[in-house]
């Protein structure tokens, strides 16, 4: 392609010029990134020079004011929802993602049933880590496709959506970090940061709070990383002038027990029953709570999480949790029969070999063994198998004997691959003495 100037209204910039004022450690200014989002979403700057100024920021970074400008051209490349008809506040919650991690599934009903707008956009799972609408889909029915209008009108009836991220919606982002999973360039704070806000600016939310994992199984391996997109996305999220909070969550053991999609809705649904593992109920409980607070609706932490238990107590969450499934043309039944979700026709049971304690879970191992069963996938494309995973009968801290069942894998093999049973046992480590399980909620920044 020639090196000329693309015009793009009354202003004209050489890409190459502007990827080499970057690759210099310059400062792109707002009128040239929006060019330059434009220009890309338009077909008119090829992939190699998009990806030659993704290196050029995972080299030399971007300030607050640059990311906050490639945030908004890539939330503006597409359409926006308008939730103005909704009466209440709309606040969102995203996960950076995890093993085991389903607390949209139990927290979303639960918040609706406060009073707040959920307007849940969710993706899909990738690598070893889950996506909350794979295992939404494995509710028989359920349809993860809304179009605005009905996504609006659901939101204003039920206070919850729970859908998929719609082609139209940042389609700039969308494109821009399929280049950058092949290009080595995934991994800057500006371009995480712009990425997930992008999208749920464009939701249209008046506030948001954001589950940054860190550890094995996580994105982030270490506080420190995930310190630092915390920081950058409640800073951008509030040059959005959007009320933003963040917490850093240890993801270096699976959520929760269940590993899988069908297995991992169950479990959603047991806590909406009032059951469900201590974790994954402290931390929807803490998420949720920071989501009320934020809408005003109440003060604190303590007054959030109360509100949260009654709707449990109650039955609202779970009454509306069915509710929301059928408008999206699900079996509701499934809550209470959850024998109508896939489910894998063998299991293979992994006993433990020694007496001991628990001392670590490899999230990590775990997820990859989850997607080697077929519940995850390589590429975005790829199907899955909603009734495959593992159930955890132990999580760290825990005292284990000799003979005690340790996993339940669900499979659609009579045999487990002796690989896969000699990778599930190197990723639970047992020692003789007890070891405290580190703490779930490591940070947060509130908004």
Not at 57 to 74: C, K, N, P, Y
């Amino acid at each position: 392609m020639p090196r000329r100037a693309i015009r793009v209204g009354h202003n004209a910039w050489s890409m190459p010029e502007l990827i080499a004022k970057k690759r210099d450690g310059g400062h792109l200014n707002d009128s040239e990134i929006q060019w330059i989002i434009r220009g890309y979403t338009d077909g008119l700057i090829p992939e190699y020079q998009m990806s030659a100024l993704a290196m050029a920021i995972v080299w030399r970074g971007m300030s607050d004011e640059e990311t906050a400008s490639l945030t908004f051209a890539m939330r503006d490349s597409g359409t926006t929802m308008n939730l103005s008809a909704v009466s209440r506040p709309c606040i969102d919650k995203h996960s950076t993602g995890g093993v085991g991690d389903k607390v949209s599934i139990c927290l979303a009903p639960m918040v609706a049933a406060c009073g707040v707008a959920v307007p849940m956009i969710s993706g899909r799972g990738l690598g070893h880590t889950g996506g909350t609408l794979d295992k939404l889909e494995s509710i028989p029915g359920f349809g993860v496709d809304m179009n605005p209008s009905r996504f609006v009108r659901q939101l204003q009836s039920l206070g919850c959506a729970l859908i998929g991220q719609t082609k139209d919606m940042a389609p700039a982002d969308k494109r821009f970090y399929a280049l950058r999973d092949v290009t080595a360039t995934v991994e800057s704070i500006p371009l995480i940061t712009a990425s997930i806000l992008s999208k749920k600016l464009a939701s249209g939310i008046s506030g948001l709070v954001l589950d940054v994992k860190t550890g094995q199984g996580a994105f982030m391996k270490t506080p420190e990383e995930a310190r630092l997109l915390a920081r950058s996305l409640v800073r951008i999220g509030r040059l959005a002038k959007k009320r933003v909070s963040a917490f850093l969550t240890n993801m270096d053991a699976p959520l929760g027990r269940a590993v899988g999609n069908a297995l991992e809705t169950k479990e959603a649904f047991e806590v909406l029953n009032g059951g469900g593992p201590e974790d994954l109920l402290e931390c929807t409980l803490v998420l949720g709570a920071e989501m009320l607070r934020l809408s005003g609706i109440v003060k604190g932490q303590a007054a959030g999480q109360r509100l949260l238990e009654q709707t449990i107590k109650d039955g609202t969450a779970l009454r509306l949790m069915k509710r929301i499934i059928r408008a999206q043309h699900g079996d509701a039944r499934v809550i209470e029969e959850p024998d109508r979700l896939p489910r894998a026709p063998y299991t293979c049971t992994i006993k433990a070999k020694a007496t001991g304690f628990v001392h670590s879970i490899d999230a990590y191992g775990i997820g990859r063994v989850s997607v080697a069963l077929g519940a995850g996938r390589e590429q975005v494309d790829e199907a899955i198998d909603p009734g495959v995973g593992m159930i955890l009968h132990m999580k760290p801290g825990d005292k284990v004997v000799v003979g005690q069942p340790l996993v339940t894998v669900h499979t659609r093999t009579p045999t487990l691959p002796a690989t896969l049973r000699q990778r599930i046992i190197e990723a639970i480590h047992v020692g003789s003495r007890f070891v405290s399980p580190a703490p779930l909620i490591l940070e947060s920044m509130r908004g």
